[in-house]
């Protein structure tokens, strides 16, 4: 199985899809759900692992510092309005 790194993947493209995946809303847990991958676990089986939530959490917090994005009071965040 061949690994996809960023470099792979077209920007542009993958920031749209995430804008469009923004326009729900979402939270730390389904940012770390998403950026999730194969934890190695030695000799033993690998198997999907969350990524850090500080990371997520930290990064939508700075995205809604920037005013990208903003709290939605259902919970979570979403695309600021002048974004959408």
């Known amino acids: 199985m061949q690994s996809v790194t960023l ?5 542009h493209k993958f920031v749209r899809a995430f804008a469009t995946f923004l326009k ?6 389904a940012v770390t759900k ?3 991958g ?7 089986p690998s198997h999907y692992c969350r990524s850090s939530g500080s990371v997520a959490r930290k990064a939508l ?3 809604e510092q920037l005013k990208l994005i903003e709290a ?11 974004y959408r």
């Open 24 to 29: 729900k809303s979402v939270g730390v847990g």
């Open 72 to 82: 939605n009071p259902d919970g979570g965040r979403k695309l600021s309005v002048q």
């Open 38 to 44: 194969r934890k190695r676990n030695g000799v033993c």
């Open 7 to 11: 470099k792979d993947v077209d920007q």
């Open 61 to 63: 917090q700075s995205l």
């Open 34 to 36: 998403i950026f999730g």
